[in-house]
């Protein structure tokens, strides 16, 4: 299956193969409404509600967010600011540092993606999990995180596919958390917006010692 970066995660990738000096963009950590156990009929309401939030989704490619995201993998960290446009399968995902000024972008535009900003020039290729593997060493759940981002699951309302996932549900039937390929995100402060879907503010994505916490500033409609 060809794959193409829509993630933080990739991004966490670019940060730690390059200097980690990024500063100045704090992010608090996340107060996520905890999970909590429905009875079956708000559970079946829940699921209803998550299905129709995800075909709202596929109606709308095109999105654009600005954010604030912090990293941390082994010990290891840092933080930035977020920018990222998609649209389809085409897509620009930048990071950067307002201290240092340092930056790195990963995009792609039909089949052709390029991550540039670290040592040794911009590098190319076909596919976004194999290029990210090469230069950085990283395993990651490219075109995940491009649904989960929007609080769906891969495979669902997107087009890249997805393992089966778990889902849990805030007292009011909100999305809190979902599990999916080994990751596990917890979502807080929705906010809807003019096109009628409803999407998460602050997002944190985790597994083993790998943690991303994301701050969105402003959702909007956009293309690469």
Known sequence: MSAHPRSLAALAAVMFAGVLALSGCAVAPMRAPPPVVLSP????????????????????????????????????????????????????VELSAPVTRQGWRLSGREGDVVLEGLDGGPRRGTDAATLLREATGWEIPVGALASWVRGARAGVGAPAGGSPAELEFAADGRLARLRQDGWTLDYADWQPRPDGTVLPMRITASRDAARVRLVVDAWGDGSP
């Open 41 to 92: 009929a708000e559970h079946d309401a829940a699921m209803a509600a998550q299905s129709a939030h995800e075909a709202a989704l596929a109606l709308h490619p095109g999105w654009h967010l600005e954010g604030r995201v912090a990293l941390t993998s082994n010990g290891r960290g840092g933080s930035g600011r977020l920018e990222w446009q998609q649209h389809g399968e085409d897509f620009s």
